[in-house]
């Protein structure tokens, strides 16, 4: 990462600025470090906290779950198909490029090619540029979630990824789990610049001087993030003072945070569904609905949520949490041992048969935890589970995989909406669109689909609402998966970190904006 200090040194003597007495130092943990460098490579939580520090997105969530401008600082609509964005002018790139609609074209380009981004990106049409800080954002159909969709849109630098690396690749390359340019280095917008990376080590961030948010309040100049894997571990190291912020709090330690007289809690509702996903190709009992509904039966989620999570998640029956479209009040969590019982013996397979079942191990919270809960459970209705567990940097390439018959995926909402959840998690796989992309489960019913594909173009919300909650229904009734609770969330930090003005329900911390004192 030679190349970022470089750039950084340069930047700072430009901007006349002192990295001296009034740098601000932020060490975190987190319980793990990105997978990579490239934004569009996964789709998952810890990519989206990178992108934030790294990259900057036309729009982003607000608190309250609005919107404000960033690298877009308007928008309007044009017609019932197209939002126009007006972007900021005079940005700069970490290799000092300036920032035009080119890039925007050019990212756009590359999320479309992307396996786990193009689904987002289904319902439109276009991507227009106008001139060099102007474009339309075209939808096949009138679409009520255009601005969601724009809270993935990181504009990556296209002349920085030109041409082609030291391998003879091109630079800007996308491709999962591969050591391409892109995964190994940056130039992103962003309020901060990766200037050293160690996999599973240590990534350490500086402040990029030229950051076009001159208003943001942020004061720290300096970030090192140490992956801390055991949450016990994370913990300690904050009541010592080795790091400043940490995430997430396992519930076990809540109290220990609270009560330090100089460490603060910070904790939240949260929205991401834990699942298991029983894998219908690779054993042919999950083809049938009676099975799936005994392996839900089986599993008291309630229990975990109370008992491992320590009352810190909401037991589910669907995947979308109260306050969305698509939540149906009816639906309840079923532990019922005798019924899973005897689904399993109407089945015809009262003897029951034997599985693995994979889960990561730095992923959500107790994960490792809730698996274990979940194959003990499973074991009742004479389903032998071989567990394997494993840190997330290896899991993802194993789930991608489809390595295992049950497989553990968390999911938020990308676009704060229902439908989210079934494009990706439920969804008839689809490598065209992008659609069941984490469908590890290969459940596929076609009038689901068609029904999420439909409520897309509708925007009465009544109407839209009660389409959604018919798929949830039907995921519902077929067992599609294994729903386990909604994870809520909490972060702990030293009292001089002001770490509660810029969390969020996402779980995309705001640092750029962060105050310590």
Not at 33 to 58: A, C, K, N
Not at 121 to 130: D, Q, S, T, Y
Not at 321 to 341: I, V
Request: one cysteine or more; hydrophobic letters at 40%; glycine letters at 8%.
């Amino acid at each position: 990462m030679k190349r970022g200090v470089a750039i950084l040194a340069g930047a700072v003597l430009a901007a006349g600025m002192s990295l001296g007495a009034q740098a601000k130092t932020l060490k975190m943990a987190y319980d793990a470090d990105p997978v990579s460098m490239d934004p569009h490579e996964q789709l998952s939580g810890g990519t989206l906290q990178y992108s934030h520090m790294v990259f900057d997105p036309l729009v982003r969530w607000t608190k309250d779950l609005g919107m404000e401008p960033r690298l877009a600082e308007k928008w309007e609509r044009i017609d019932d198909r197209t939002v126009r964005f007006f972007l900021r002018k005079g940005v700069k790139f970490h290799s000092g490029n300036t920032m035009t609609a080119a890039d925007v074209k050019w990212t756009w380009d590359r999320l479309l090619s992307s396996p786990d981004f193009k689904a987002i990106f289904g319902p439109f049409e276009a991507l227009n540029v106008i001139d060099d800080h102007t474009v339309d954002l075209v939808t096949k159909e009138p679409f009520p979630l255009v601005l969601n969709s724009a809270t993935y849109i990181f504009p990556m630098d296209s002349k920085f990824y030109s041409g082609n690396d030291d391998k003879g690749q091109p630079k800007g390359l996308l491709k999962k789990h591969g050591d391409t340019f892109a995964s190994r280095n940056e130039s992103g917008t962003g309020p901060f610049m990766v200037t050293a990376r160690e996999q599973g080590v240590k990534v350490d961030f500086e402040r990029f001087a030229d950051y076009w948010d001159k208003k943001s309040p942020g004061n720290v100049d300096k970030i090192v993030l140490t992956p801390i894997k055991e949450g016990p571990t994370r913990v300690a190291a904050l009541l010592s003072g080795d790091v400043d912020f940490i995430a997430p709090v396992p519930p076990t330690d809540h109290g220990r945070i609270s009560k330090n007289g100089g460490t603060e809690l910070v904790t939240m509702p949260g929205t991401r569904i834990i699942t298991l996903q029983m894998n219908q190709e690779r054993v042919e009992a999950f083809k049938d609905a009676r099975v799936r509904q005994a392996v839900v039966y089986a599993i008291n989620n309630e229990a975990i949520a109370q008992k491992i999570m320590r009352g810190f998640a909401t037991a589910g029956a669907q995947q979308g949490p109260k306050g969305y479209a698509g939540y149906d009040a009816s639906l309840k969590p079923r532990y019922d041992l005798k019924k899973a019982k005897q689904l399993m013996k109407d089945a015809g397979y009262e003897d029951g048969f034997s599985i693995t079942m994979m889960a990561p191990n730095n992923r959500y919270v107790n994960d490792a935890k809730i698996a274990e809960a979940a194959a003990n459970m499973l074991s009742k209705i004479n389903i032998k589970v071989d567990l394997k567990t494993m840190p997330k940097a290896q899991y993802w390439p194993e789930f991608d995989a489809r390595a295992a018959d049950m497989m553990m995926i968390g999911w938020h909402s990308d676009t704060e909406d229902s439908a989210n959840f079934t494009e990706f998690l439920a969804a008839c796989a689809n490598k065209e669109t992008g659609w069941g992309q984490y469908n590890s489960g290969n459940y596929c019913n076609p009038e689901v689909d068609k029904l999420v594909q439909d409520s897309a173009s509708e925007t009465d919300p009544a109407k839209r609402a009660a389409m959604l909650q018919q798929v949830e229904r039907t995921l519902y009734e077929e067992a599609a998966f294994v729903p386990l609770h909604w994870q809520n969330l909490a972060w702990g930090a030293r009292k001089n970190v002001k770490l509660d003005a810029v969390v969020n329900v996402m779980n995309f911390p705001y640092l750029g904006d962060l105050v310590v004192e």
